[in-house]
Structure formats: C-alpha cells, structure tokens
Nanobody, 121 residues
Framework: QVQLVESGGGLVQAGGSLRLSCAASGRTFSNYHMGWFRQAPGKERELVAAISRVTATTYYTNPVKGRFTISRDNAKNTVYLQMNSLKPEDTAVYSC??????????????WGRGTQVTVSS
C-alpha cells in the first residue's frame, strides 16, 4: 500500500502560481511512477502530468505545457506540481496517484484525496 496526501491547493487569481505537493508513505516511493490528475465539475478526470520512476521522464497534457512542471524528490518521498500562469480553466480538484506499471497508461493503483485549485478571472 502507498498512502498519498496532497497539499498546496487554494484560490488564486488568473496569472498567478501555486505549488502542489504530494507526500507518500508506505512502500518505496522510488518504485512508482507518479501522476497528477485533475477533475473539473461535469468533466472527466484527466492526466495533467506524469513523471517516471527511474529516469524522471515527464509528460504533460497539451493545455498545461510550458506552464506546469512536475518534479519528484525521492529522498523526501514527495512529488510536486508547480503551476504558473494559471487560467480559470485550470480550476479543478487535483489528485496525485502512483503507478507500479506504465507511467502513462498506468494503472494508477494508489490515489490521494485531492486538493481544490480555484482560479478566478
């Protein structure tokens, strides 16, 4: 089992920045690919960014490329999502997840509860 706890969400004006953190406990963090997902009201959950477990290869969905940065600190068992130039359409619940399988296809077996990000116009 891996336990994941997100923090860092909140209310920010358009153009502002937030840094999300996801602290992991339980099994060896470095064995897992990590992803940040988001779900806005009435929309499907989507993979926003992912980082692989060994080479730290990253993936970003097109709408956030150039604005968001995912990183991980295996010594601290933490994955981060730096979000800059935020837009109202970034408003969603952001959740981190861990995958022992493929870093894009998953499956992502372990999930945090999520943190709300609200961007005002």
């Amino acid at each position: 089992q891996v336990q994941l706890v997100e923090s860092g969400g909140g209310l920010v004006q358009a153009g502002g920045s937030l840094r999300l953190s996801c602290a992991a406990s339980g099994r060896t963090f470095s064995n897992y690919h990590m992803g940040w997902f988001r779900q806005a009201p009435g929309k499907e959950r989507e993979l926003v960014a992912a980082i692989s477990r060994v080479t730290a290869t990253t993936y970003y969905t097109n709408p956030v490329k150039g604005r968001f940065t995912i990183s991980r600190d295996n010594a601290k068992n933490t994955v981060y999502l730096q979000m800059n130039s935020l837009k109202p359409e970034d408003t969603a619940v952001y959740s981190c997840a861990a995958s022992p399988g493929n870093f894009l296809a998953g499956p992502y077996d372990y999930w945090g509860r999520g943190t709300q990000v609200t961007v005002s116009s």
